[in-house]
C-alpha cells in the first residue's frame, strides 16, 4: 500500500509521492472464514484464495474458497432461521436494519478505504458514492420492513423464504445493500456471495450484520467463485435468486432455473447511449460523458459507453472532451485528487485490451489521454474511439471499462433507432435544453433507466433494472420490495 514516504513509479520513469487517504482506521485480517450461523466457520475443504490490490498487485488477504458442504451449510442456516425472522413483528425487524445503516455510516471511511483498496476505485467515489448509497439502502428498506401491506394495498403479502445473492465486483458493498436490505425487510433470510476479486467489504459487513445484532442464520456470507455461485443457484433450499453480473452467466443462471419453482431476478450487462443535442448546455454535457464513462474506471452496467452527439455540434464536443481527458489523473485508488484508479483485475484489463486492438483492426480511430500510468498494477487510459458504426464490435458489445465508443446523428429519429439498435436495454441519457425533447426521448429509449442532464445518478427509490438482455426484474424503490415478496390477492 503507498504511504506518503512511499513514492510511487510510473511508466515513463517520473516519480510521484501521493498523498493518500490515511488507512489507520481500516483493520483487514490476514485471513476471512465464512459468515455461516452467525459465526466466522472454516471451510469444509480448508481452502482459501488470495483477494489481492489491483493498484499494486499485492495481497491484501486470504478468503475462504466455498465449497458445495459449505453452501448447503449455509442455506441450512438460513432455512433454520427464517421461521423466526419472517414471523418477527415488522417494526423489530426494521430496528435491526437501521442499525445495520447506522454502524455502516459510522464505520465509513474504513469501508470506502477497503473498498478502494479491494477493487481500484477512486476513494472518492466509493466514500461519496458507494458507502453513503449502501448505507442509504439500508435505511430505505429498514422504513418499509412495518409497512409492506401499505406498498400493496388489498394483497397478502408473504416472503419467499431464503434468498441466495450473487453479486459483481463493481460496486461489491453497494451491492451487497441492494439484495440484502430488502430480503431483509420482507422477512427473508441471505445466502449472499460476493464476487472473488472483491470479498473484503461483504466480510466486514458480516462483522457489521454481527455487531447489529441480527439472529443467526438471518444473513449468510460465504466467498468463493463461479462454482460457489452454481451451488448456491442448484440449491434447492433456496426461494430465490438474486444475481447481478454479466449476461453470459446470467444466461446460465437463467437456463439453470428454468423449470424450477425458484423466483429470480438477473441484472446484467449494458451498452448505454448517452446523447447530446446541439442545444444541450456543452460544457455540461461534456462533463456527463466523462461521468459516464470514466466513473469507476467504466465498470458499469449502466456506463454511458455508447456516444450519439448531434453533427452539428460533435467536433466542438469532441474536441472538449478530449481536452477533458486530459485533465484526468489516473492513479492511486487511495489518492482523493484520482479521478480513475485501476482496472479491477488482470483479466478485466486482458478484456479492455483486447478490445482496444479489436477497435481498430475494426478502422476506428482511437484516442488516449497521455497521462502517466503506475508500473504496476492494472491501468488503462481514458480512451475514446471515434470513426466507427453501429457494425462495429466496440460499439455493440459491452467492454467494462474506460473505452467510449462515438457517432454522430443527424435527426432525433436516428439518434433513436441508433440507441435502440443494441441487444442491451438497462440506462440511457440525453442531453438537451427542451424538456419536451426529454419527455419524447424517455418514452422511446428502450431502457430501464434513462437520465436526462445527467448521467449514473442512484437513488434508493429508484427502480432499476433491464429490458432485453440486460436483465429481468427491478431493484430499488417499491418495484425492489415487489421481488422478495410472494403477493396474495
Ligand atoms: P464478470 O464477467 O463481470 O466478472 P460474472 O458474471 O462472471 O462477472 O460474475 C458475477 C458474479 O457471478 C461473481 O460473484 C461470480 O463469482 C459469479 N458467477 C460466475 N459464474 C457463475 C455461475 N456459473 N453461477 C453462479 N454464479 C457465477
Known amino acids: 500500500m503507498a504511504t506518503p514516504e512511499n513514492k510511487l513509479a510510473f511508466d515513463d520513469g517520473w516519480q510521484y509521492s501521493p498523498a493518500p487517504e490515511s488507512t489507520d482506521h481500516v483493520r483487514i485480517k490476514k485471513k476471512y472464514d465464512l459468515f455461516i450461523g452467525g459465526d466466522f466457520v472454516k471451510p ?255 465498470h458499469v452496467c449502466c456506463a454511458g459507453s455508447r456516444l450519439f452527439v448531434q453533427e452539428s455540434v460533435a467536433d466542438r464536443v469532441i474536441q472538449k472532451l478530449k481536452d477533458r481527458m486530459e485533465t484526468l489523473i489516473v492513479g492511486d485508488p487511495l489518492d482523493k485528487n484520482t479521478d480513475i484508479g485501476a482496472i479491477n483485475s488482470q483479466e478485466q484489463l486482458a478484456t479492455i485490451r483486447s478490445y482496444l486492438k479489436v477497435g481498430q483492426d475494426e478502422g476506428g480511430e482511437m484516442f488516449q489521454s497521455s497521462c502517466r500510468i503506475p508500473k504496476k498494477g492494472y491501468w488503462c487510459r481514458p480512451t475514446i474511439f471515434t470513426g466507427v458504426s453501429q457494425s462495429n464490435r466496440v460499439v455493440q458489445e459491452e467492454i467494462f471499462g474506460p473505452v467510449l465508443a462515438i457517432q454522430t446523428f ?27 425533447k426529454i419527455f419524447k426521448m424517455t418514452q422511446s429509449v428502450r431502457a430501464g433507466v434513462v437520465w436526462a442532464n445527467t448521467f449514473n445518478k442512484f437513488d434508493p427509490t429508484s427502480p432499476f433494472g433491464g429490458y432485453k438482455e440486460s436483465g429481468v426484474g427491478r431493484e430499488g424503490g417499491l418495484h425492489g420490495l415487489d421481488a422478495y415478496l410472494k403477493l396474495e390477492a
Open 44 to 298: 469444509e475443504k480448508g481452502r482459501y484464495f488470495d483477494t489481492i490490490n489491483p493498484a499494486t498487485e499485492e495481497v491484501i488477504s486470504r478468503v475462504a474458497l466455498a465449497a458445495d458442504a459449505d453452501v448447503d451449510k449455509a442455506v441450512k442456516a438460513a432455512r433454520k432461521a427464517y421461521p423466526g425472522w419472517s414471523r418477527m413483528k415488522a417494526a423489530e425487524r426494521g430496528k435491526y436494519i437501521y442499525r445495520i445503516a447506522r454502524i455502516l455510516q459510522e464505520r465509513s471511511r474504513e469501508f470506502a478505504a477497503i473498498e478502494s483498496l479491494d477493487g481500484g476505485k477512486p476513494i472518492r467515489e466509493s466514500r461519496d458514492v458507494d458507502v453513503p448509497l449502501a448505507a442509504a439502502h439500508f435505511f430505505y428498506y429498514a422504513g418499509w420492513a412495518d409497512k409492506l401491506e401499505y406498498a400493496f394495498p388489498g394483497r397478502n403479502v408473504k416472503p419467499l423464504g431464503v434468498a441466495g445473492q450473487i453479486i459483481p465486483w463493481n460496486f461489491p458493498l453497494l451491492m451487497a445493500a441492494w439484495k440484502i436490505a430488502p430480503a431483509l425487510a420482507c422477512g427473508n433470510t441471505v445466502v449472499i456471495k460476493p464476487a472473488e476479486t472483491t470479498p473484503l467489504t461483504a466480510m466486514k459487513l458480516a462483522e457489521v450484520i454481527a455487531d447489529a445484532g441480527l439472529p443467526p442464520g438471518v444473513v449468510n456470507i460465504i466467498t468463493g467463485a463461479g462454482e460457489t455461485g452454481a451451488a448456491i443457484v442448484n440449491h434447492p433450499g433456496v426461494d430465490k435468486i438474486a444475481f447481478t453480473g454479466s449476461t453470459s452467466v446470467g444466461r446460465i443462471i437463467q437456463k439453470a432455473l428454468a423449470g424450477t419453482r425458484k423466483h429470480y431476478t438477473l441484472e446484467l450487462g449494458g451498452k448505454a447511449a448517452n446523447i447530446i443535442f446541439a442545444d444541450a448546455a456543452i460544457d455540461q454535457a461534456v462533463e456527463g460523458i466523462v461521468n459516464g464513462i470514466f466513473f469507476n474506471q467504466g
Open 410 to 436: 443527424r435527426t432525433y429519429n436516428e439518434a433513436i433507432s441508433k440507441a435502440n439498435n443494441t441487444p442491451y436495454g438497462l440506462s440511457g441519457g440525453i442531453w438537451t435544453d427542451k424538456g419536451s
